[in-house]
C-alpha cells in the first residue's frame, strides 16, 4: 500500500529524470525547428531574417534530397532484409544441439561490441582496398581485376559493412525468442507428420514475429541514424550520402543552418513514424 | 518424449554453425593476427596466416604516440562517467515507478523511450551551439552529459524490469518484522537489484564506449575518445595496416569481453523488456 508520503518520495525520485529528458527534447527541438524558419549562415554573420518554409522547400527541391531518400531506402531495407533471413536461419541454427555452442555464439555475437569507427575502416582498408585488400588478393588469385569496392560498388559495400554490424543483434533477439518457443509444441507437430517446413512455417515462424517486427523497428531507428559508418569510408561520395548525412554536411560542412534544421525536421519526422509503431508494442507488452 | 538426436546430425549443425561463426568472425580475428605482423607482412599476397614473425612492435608503435593514453582516458572516462551519471539519475526513477507506480506510469515510460527515438542530426547545431554558449565543447564533461542523456531512457527501462521483478510481499514481510526503511533499503532491496543494476552499467558502458556520432562531432584535441582516435586513421599515409590492426585491437578489446559477459542483459535493455 502506497501512503501519501511515499507517493510523494517517489514522484521526487522519479523528477530528475523527467526534467533532464524533457529538457533534453524540448529546448533543442524548439531550436532546430526555429532554425529551420530561418536564413541562418554563421559564417556570414548568423541570422538574416525569416523565411517561412523556404528551407522546406529548398531542402526537398534541392537536386541532392530525393537521391539521399533512395539511397537511405536501399541502405535500411536491404540492411534488414539481410539481417532478419540471415538472422532467423542462423537462430534456429543455433538452437539445435551440437558442441561448442556456447563459443559458437559468442563467434557470432562479436561484430556488435565492435565500435562503428573500427569496423568500418578494418573492413575499408583490410578488406576492401583495391590494393591491399584481402578482397583483391582474392581476386587475383582467381584471375580476376580487383573491384574498386568502395567506389565501383559503393553500396554493396557500405551494405554489407552495416549488415555485418547489426546481423548479431537480429541473431540474438531472435534466438532468445526461439529458446522460449514450447518444444512440446513441435515435438506433438513431429508426431503428428509436420515436415521441418511446415513446421517452421505454422510453428516457428508465427511465434517469432513479434520479436522480428521487435527487431525491424529497433534497427530501422539505427539505420535511419548510421553515421560513422559512412563518414569514414566514402564521406557520402559514390551515391552513398544518406539523408542522415546530407542533413550532417549542410549544417556542419557548408554550415546551412537554417537549410539543414528543415531537413533535420524531416528526419525527426520520419523517425517518429516509424517509433509510433514500435511504441505500440512496447506499450502492448507493458500491460502483460 | 525427448527428442533423439542423432550423432550425425549434431555433427552436421556443429560443422555449420562453427564455419559460419568463423566466417562472421573472421574480420575481427583477421584484425587481431593482423597486429601481429609487420607492415609488409600485412599487405602480402598471397596472405600470410599464422606462420610469420610475431611481434609486438605495432602495439609499441601506438602507445608510443604521445597522446594514445589520453583517447583511452577520455573513453574510459566518458563511458564510466555517463554510466555513473545515469545510474545516479536512473535508480532512483526506475525504482519509484516499479513500487510506487501511478495512473502516469506507463504513460512517462514510453514517453522517455520516445526521447531515445530523436535523430542526433536534427538536434546536433542546437547542442554544438549551447555547447559553445557553456564552454562543453570538446570537453569530457560535456560529453559524459551528452551521452547520459541519449542512454538515460535504455537504462531507466532495463532497470524497470528488472526493478519490476522484484516481488512487493518481500519488502511488506521486511516492514511487518519491522525493518525500517533504511534497512529494508539495504537488507532487503539493494541485494535483490543489484545484479539487474550491474547489467544495466554494462550494457551503458558498452553502449557509450561505442557511441560514434556525438563522439566526433562534439570533440577535437581535447577531450576525443578511441572512436575518434581510429577516425583518425582514416586517411592513411603510407603502410599502416599492422598499426590500425593494433589500435583496433586495443580500442574493442575490452567492449568485445565486457560484452561477452552481457549477452542476455543485451537482448533486455535494447528491446526494451519486450524480448526477454
Known sequence: MSTKASRNAARLMLAPAVILLLGWMLVPLTMTVLFSFQRYLPMRGGFQGWVGFENYASFVTSSAFWPSVVTTLVIVGSVLVITVVLGVVLAILLDQPMWGQGIVRILVIAPFFVMPTVSALVWKNMFMDPVNGLFSHLSRFFGAEPVLWLSEASMPSIILIVSWQWLPFATLILLTAIQSLDSEQQEAAEMDGAGPFSRFFFITLPHLSRAITIVILIQTIFLLAIFAEIFVTTQGAFGTRTLTYLIYQRVLESQNVGLGSAGGVYAIILANIVALFLMRIVGKNLDR | ?276
Open chain 2, 1 to 276: 518424449m525427448a527428442r533423439t538426436v542423432t550423432t550425425t546430425r549434431k555433427s552436421v549443425n556443429t560443422a555449420l554453425a562453427w564455419a559460419i561463426g568463423l566466417l562472421i568472425f573472421f574480420p575481427i580475428l583477421w584484425t587481431v593476427l593482423t597486429s601481429f605482423k609487420t607492415e609488409a607482412q600485412a599487405v602480402s599476397d598471397p596472405p600470410v596466416w599464422l606462420f610469420f614473425d610475431w611481434t609486438l612492435d605495432n602495439y609499441r608503435t601506438v602507445l608510443d604516440r604521445s597522446d594514445y593514453a589520453r583517447f583511452l582516458w577520455n573513453s574510459i572516462f566518458i563511458a564510466g562517467g555517463s554510466t555513473v551519471l545515469g545510474l545516479l539519475i536512473a535508480v532512483p526513477a526506475a525504482w519509484s515507478m516499479a513500487f510506487v507506480p501511478s495512473h502516469r506510469t506507463k504513460d512517462i515510460l514510453l514517453w522517455m523511450l520516445s526521447t531515445k527515438m530523436l535523430p542526433a542530426v536534427g538536434v546536433i547545431y542546437p547542442i554544438y551551439l549551447i555547447f559553445i554558449k557553456m564552454g562543453l565543447l570538446d570537453t569530457r564533461t560535456g560529453l559524459v552529459v551528452i551521452l547520459m542523456l541519449i542512454n538515460l531512457p535504455i537504462i531507466i527501462w532495463m532497470l524497470y524490469t528488472y526493478f519490476k521483478e522484484i516481488p512487493g510481499e518481500i519488502l511488506e514481510a521486511a516492514r511487518m518484522d519491522g525493518a525500517g526503511l533504511r534497512n529494508e533499503i539495504t537488507y532487503v532491496l539493494l541485494p535483490m537489484a543489484l545484479p539487474g543494476i550491474a547489467s544495466t552499467a554494462l550494457l551503458n558502458l558498452i553502449l557509450a564506449w561505442n557511441e560514434a556520432f556525438w563522439t566526433l562531432n562534439l570533440t577535437a584535441a581535447n577531450a576525443a575518445p578511441l572512436t575518434a582516435f581510429i577516425a583518425s586513421y582514416s586517411s592513411p599515409e603510407g603502410l599502416f595496416y599492422a598499426k590500425l590492426s593494433a589500435a583496433s585491437t586495443m580500442a574493442i578489446a575490452p567492449i568485445l569481453i565486457l560484452g561477452w559477459f552481457s549477452q542476455k542483459q543485451l537482448v533486455r535493455g535494447l528491446t526494451f523488456g519486450a524480448v526477454k
